[in-house]
């Protein structure tokens, strides 16, 4: 068994909650909205499943705020155009049943993974609170009050009851004795955010014609979407002769009131969709209200529930329900020992008066943080536990969804692995090409990260002493190349194959050293030397002597460690000397790149590591490969993507460039986030080690825009840190005015380093 490393103490809160759905009808359909409430009765939470009247005309964009709000995970057409709810579904990206599928076994849905009222509300009426339901045939306003319910056929004892007077329902609404209510037993709000405070919530009576769909529609979703945990809102809902015949009219309404323990000002909000203004005030005259004297509405200020003087309210045909941020279900926080790989995790389900037969579990903590949310990244978490659950696992905002059979073989235990980013990042690359391998810069970039620091990179001037010190071979040859031929390549030779020709052939030349003096044009030895030591102390940098060799005409690098007292040529075993200072008293100490770093500056992937070590100091749970070739199906064509990894969460790919100004050609950016696109990228990358400009930047936005990416730019402000602040300390100094001895090195080398060491790479 390969050895598992302790990750360490980690908690995850898990709430178990049902699924729920959203119901389409027919505008204005009594049978549509009897068949929803029927289903919705016998569901656990089903008061809280909204009903979407399907017209021609309906306000698409605040029905998809209140599905959105609703938190609901299917739409079940009940009656209305196949056509309208298919597009309605796809707008807000949930899976279409019809109702009458709702129960079939095949194909099997989130959508059924609930329980019956009674499951989770124990008696359901029995005992000396009578339960109530509604006559299927009565009244729309009763039904959408108290709810259709059907007693399983196994059915013992005590079950919900038609009241004898529907006046019953009438206090029903206030004291959660109905059907809807029960089924509401064990499923709550976790968390709640409203816009307004408690005491402004004033309470809402709705007065109806006795079977006005709209009526029963707006009041039913306003239920739905009102808090059931924390805020207490009562909403009423009353048919016309209530105020006229009933004798506890007002009782009710007050009774409603007194039970939320707070009044505002003021206290009822009167609405309706099939009544007159004149018909709502005369309610509220039979019910006792004053008219509000202000008329301004909900405001500051409340007092006792029990307080003398009447009940204030007002007419308001536009009241909406406040709108609030919220998640469901009841949960608890558990505690577990977490590996590098499987590691078992003992669920605790929160208290509940019965555990239903199937719910939704959601578990968030410290584990998932840093994932990205993709669905073949929550089977990677629950592989090993899915005999528990028999649809897969997937991510629902920051939570893991898993439907389950609940108790479970074994229950509670239920395993779950934690990938390691590198199989993550790994699955993301198999799940979206054919193939895909490091790239040339990949693999070495790799090799670079496993063996050093590259955080190191961030410090001053330690990217710019590196490509200083890069030995031109790569792109020298390039250069030469395309200097033969006229300005350009072969016709016989691609791009491609040129840069494979010149990374195997670009030229044989010594790698080149420096003093501190003389790495950086416009930087002092005392500027350049701690980027130099950094360097040094992570391997990429080796400290020497220089040695002219006056028989044989080499210059030669001499390691610390091998020199000696005296100073014998390496290539002839003449006697030399050593390099001196300009002043030729001291010795001088140069620096030059280990061999398998100055071929990495070479082939350009400084730039890339560079990225990597700033996105890491961000998110140090960042896992990132510095370069990748990836084919995808039906396109033969390699492609390569010089960043891909998570970051942030997220899943991360984009472009590196050496000078901005490189974004501008030949559709480079619409390129790179087609790229991106296709990678199932969360965040496109735009990076270069220079300056970005506005026009640039705008334009990968835009594209990023239609193409549902975020773009994360990163240029010369993160990625060369304190450089702007060290050029200003300098104050951008000349060259120094002792002119340094020339070095035979530099009469072959192609160009010299300028002041901003640009990190040079093949274009």
Same mark, same amino acid.
């Not at 203004?277 to 405001?299: C, I, K, T």
């Given at each position: 068994?390969?050895?598992?490393?302790?990750?360490?103490?980690?908690?995850?809160?898990?709430?178990?909650?049902?699924?729920?759905?959203?119901?389409?009808?027919?505008?204005?359909?009594?049978?549509?909205?009897?068949?929803?409430?029927?289903?919705?009765?016998?569901?656990?939470?089903?008061?809280?499943?909204?009903?979407?009247?399907?017209?021609?005309?309906?306000?698409?964009?605040?029905?998809?705020?209140?599905?959105?709000?609703?938190?609901?995970?299917?739409?079940?057409?009940?009656?209305?155009?196949?056509?309208?709810?298919?597009?309605?579904?796809?707008?807000?990206?949930?899976?279409? +049943?019809?109702?009458?599928?709702?129960?079939?076994?095949?194909?099997?849905?989130?959508?059924?993974?609930?329980?019956?009222?009674?499951?989770?509300?124990?008696?359901?009426?029995?005992?000396?609170?009578?339960?109530?339901?509604?006559?299927?045939?009565?009244?729309?306003?009763?039904?959408?009050?108290?709810?259709?319910?059907?007693?399983?056929?196994?059915?013992?004892?005590?079950?919900?009851?038609?009241?004898?007077?529907?006046?019953?329902?009438?206090?029903?609404?206030?004291?959660? *004795?109905?059907?809807?209510?029960?089924?509401?037993?064990?499923?709550?709000?976790?968390?709640?955010?409203?816009?307004?405070?408690?005491?402004?919530?004033?309470?809402?009576?709705?007065? *109806?014609?006795? !079977?006005?769909?709209?009526?029963?529609?707006?009041?039913?979703?306003?239920?739905?979407?009102?808090?059931?945990?924390?805020?207490?809102?009562?909403?009423?809902?009353?048919?016309?002769?209530?105020?006229?015949?009933?004798?506890?009219?007002?009782?009710?309404?007050?009774?409603?009131?007194?039970?939320?323990?707070?009044?505002?000002?003021? !206290?009822? +909000?009167?609405?309706?969709?099939?009544?007159?203004?004149?018909?709502?005030?005369?309610?509220?005259?039979?019910?006792?209200?004053?008219?509000?004297?202000?008329?301004?509405?909900?405001?500051?200020?409340?007092?006792?529930?029990?307080?003398?003087?009447?009940?204030?309210?007002?007419?308001?045909?536009?009241?909406?329900?406040?709108?609030?941020?919220?998640?469901?279900?009841?949960?608890?926080?558990?505690?577990?020992?977490?590996?590098?790989?499987?590691?078992?995790?003992?669920?605790?389900?929160?208290?509940?008066?019965?555990?239903?037969?199937?719910?939704?579990?959601?578990?968030?903590?410290?584990?998932?943080?840093?994932?990205?949310?993709?669905?073949?990244?929550?089977?990677?978490?629950?592989?090993?536990?899915?005999?528990?659950?028999?649809?897969?696992?997937?991510?629902?905002?920051?939570?893991?969804?898993?439907?389950?059979?609940?108790?479970?073989?074994?229950?509670?235990?239920?395993?779950?692995?934690?990938?390691?980013?590198?199989?993550?990042?790994?699955?993301?690359?198999?799940?979206?090409?054919?193939?895909?391998?490091?790239?040339?810069?990949?693999?070495?970039?790799?090799?670079?990260?496993?063996?050093?620091?590259?955080?190191?990179?961030?410090?001053?001037?330690?990217?710019?002493?590196?490509?200083?010190?890069?030995?031109?071979?790569?792109?020298?040859?390039?250069?030469?190349?395309?200097?033969?031929?006229?300005?350009?390549?072969?016709?016989?030779?691609?791009?491609?194959?040129?840069?494979?020709?010149?990374?195997?052939?670009?030229?044989?030349?010594?790698?080149?050293?420096? =003093?501190?003096?003389?790495?950086?044009?416009?930087?002092?030895?005392?500027?350049?030397?701690?980027?130099?030591?950094?360097?040094?102390?992570?391997?990429?940098?080796?400290?020497?002597?220089?040695?002219?060799? !006056?028989?044989?005409?080499?210059?030669?690098?001499?390691?610390?460690?091998?020199?000696?007292?005296?100073?014998?040529?390496?290539?002839?075993?003449?006697?030399?000397?050593?390099?001196?200072?300009?002043? $030729?008293?001291?010795?001088?100490?140069?620096?030059?790149?280990?061999?398998?770093?100055?071929?990495?500056?070479?082939?350009?992937?400084?730039?890339?590591?560079?990225?990597?070590?700033?996105?890491?100091?961000?998110?140090?749970?960042?896992?990132?490969?510095?370069?990748?070739?990836?084919?995808?199906?039906?396109?033969?064509?390699?492609?390569?993507?010089?960043?891909?990894?998570?970051?942030?969460?997220?899943?991360?790919?984009?472009?590196?460039?050496?000078?901005?100004?490189?974004? =501008? $050609?030949?559709?480079? +950016?619409?390129?790179?986030?087609?790229?991106?696109?296709?990678?199932?990228?969360?965040?496109?990358?735009?990076?270069?080690?220079?300056?970005?400009?506005?026009?640039?930047?705008?334009?990968?936005?835009?594209?990023?825009?239609?193409?549902?990416?975020?773009?994360?730019?990163?240029?010369?402000?993160?990625?060369?840190?304190?450089?702007?602040?060290?050029?200003?300390?300098?104050?951008?100094?000349?060259?120094?005015?002792?002119?340094?001895?020339?070095?035979?090195?530099?009469?072959?080398? *192609?160009?010299?380093?300028?002041?901003?060491?640009?990190?040079?790479?093949?274009?």
């Amino acid at each position: 068994m390969a050895h598992q490393e302790y990750v360490g103490h980690r908690l995850i809160e898990v709430s178990v909650l049902p699924a729920r759905v959203v119901y389409v009808i027919d505008e204005g359909s009594t049978d549509g909205f009897r068949a929803a409430v029927r289903t919705a009765s016998h569901r656990w939470g089903g008061m809280t499943e909204p009903i979407i009247e399907v017209g021609s005309d309906e306000d698409s964009g605040s029905i998809a705020k209140l599905v959105s709000i609703a938190d609901v995970q299917a739409v079940v057409n009940v009656d209305a155009d196949a056509s309208r709810a298919s597009l309605l579904a796809a707008a807000w990206k949930l899976p279409l +049943i019809a109702i009458g599928d709702m129960e079939s076994a095949s194909p099997m849905g989130i959508w059924e993974f609930t329980s019956r009222p009674e499951s989770v509300a124990p008696g359901m009426g029995a005992g000396v609170d009578p339960c109530y339901r509604a006559d299927p045939e009565g009244p729309l306003w009763a039904v959408a009050v108290a709810g259709i319910y059907d007693p399983p056929k196994d059915s013992t004892g005590y079950t919900p009851i038609v009241p004898m007077q529907l006046t019953a329902l009438g206090t029903a609404q206030a004291s959660s *004795a109905t059907v809807l209510m029960k089924g509401m037993a064990g499923f709550e709000e976790n968390w709640a955010m409203y816009d307004r405070h408690q005491h402004e919530m004033p309470v809402v009576v709705v007065v *109806a014609e006795p !079977d006005s769909v709209a009526d029963c529609v707006w009041f039913w979703n306003a239920r739905a979407m009102r808090s059931h945990s924390h805020v207490d809102m009562p909403i009423l809902l009353f048919p016309e002769e209530a105020a006229e015949h009933w004798l506890n009219f007002a009782n009710d309404i007050r009774f409603a009131q007194v039970r939320s323990q707070v009044r505002p000002l003021p !206290d009822v +909000i009167l609405v309706s969709r099939s009544l007159s203004d004149a018909a709502l005030h005369s309610a509220a005259a039979r019910a006792d209200l004053v008219a509000d004297p202000d008329g301004s509405g909900v405001r500051w200020g409340a007092r006792s529930a029990e307080s003398d003087g009447s009940l204030t309210y007002r007419v308001d045909r536009g009241f909406e329900p406040e709108l609030f941020r919220r998640r469901w279900g009841l949960t608890k926080s558990n505690s577990f020992h977490q590996f590098t790989g499987p590691s078992r995790y003992d669920v605790v389900l929160p208290p509940l008066q019965r555990v239903p037969g199937k719910a939704l579990l959601r578990l968030r903590g410290e584990p998932f943080d840093r994932l990205p949310r993709k669905d073949s990244v929550a089977w990677m978490i629950t592989e090993k536990g899915r005999s528990k659950s028999p649809l897969p696992a997937c991510w629902h905002g920051d939570h893991l969804q898993i439907p389950a059979y609940v108790p479970w073989l074994g229950f509670p235990e239920l395993t779950l692995s934690i990938p390691q980013p590198r199989e993550v990042v790994s699955q993301l690359l198999n799940e979206v090409t054919r193939s895909n391998a490091p790239s040339i810069p990949g693999m070495i970039g790799l090799t670079v990260m496993e063996q050093s620091d590259i955080s190191a990179l961030l410090d001053v001037l330690v990217v710019e002493a590196l490509a200083a010190l890069k030995t031109e071979r790569t792109e020298h040859f390039l250069k030469e190349l395309r200097r033969l031929n006229g300005g350009g390549y072969p016709d016989w030779l691609p791009l491609e194959e040129a840069k494979e020709l010149a990374r195997e052939f670009g030229g044989r030349q010594e790698r080149k050293f420096r =003093s501190a003096t003389n790495v950086l044009s416009g930087w002092t030895a005392l500027d350049a030397t701690p980027g130099l030591e950094t360097a040094c102390a992570q391997g990429w940098v080796e400290r020497g002597l220089g040695l002219d060799c !006056d028989q044989c005409r080499l210059h030669s690098f001499i390691p610390l460690h091998a020199t000696s007292g005296s100073a014998v040529c390496p290539a002839c075993s003449a006697p030399a000397l050593y390099q001196r200072e300009n002043n $030729k008293k001291a010795v001088e100490v140069v620096y030059r790149l280990n061999a398998f770093i100055d071929r990495a500056v070479d082939n350009g992937v400084l730039p890339h590591l560079l990225v990597v070590a700033a996105l890491k100091a961000i998110d140090p749970s960042t896992h990132l490969l510095p370069g990748v070739d990836v084919c995808f199906d039906g396109d033969d064509v390699k492609q390569e993507v010089d960043v891909f990894g998570i970051h942030d969460g997220k899943v991360l790919a984009g472009e590196v460039k050496v000078k901005a100004e490189e974004f =501008s $050609k030949n559709d480079q +950016i619409a390129r790179d986030v087609e790229l991106s696109r296709r990678l199932g990228a969360d965040i496109h990358l735009m990076a270069a080690t220079d300056v970005i400009d506005d026009a640039l930047q705008d334009e990968a936005r835009d594209r990023c825009e239609r193409a549902g990416l975020e773009l994360l730019v990163l240029h010369e402000p993160e990625l060369r840190p304190g450089l702007a602040e060290q050029r200003t300390v300098q104050g951008r100094r000349q060259k120094p005015t002792s002119t340094p001895r020339p070095r035979r090195e530099d009469s072959r080398t *192609a160009s010299e380093p300028g002041v901003d060491a640009s990190i040079d790479t093949p274009s």
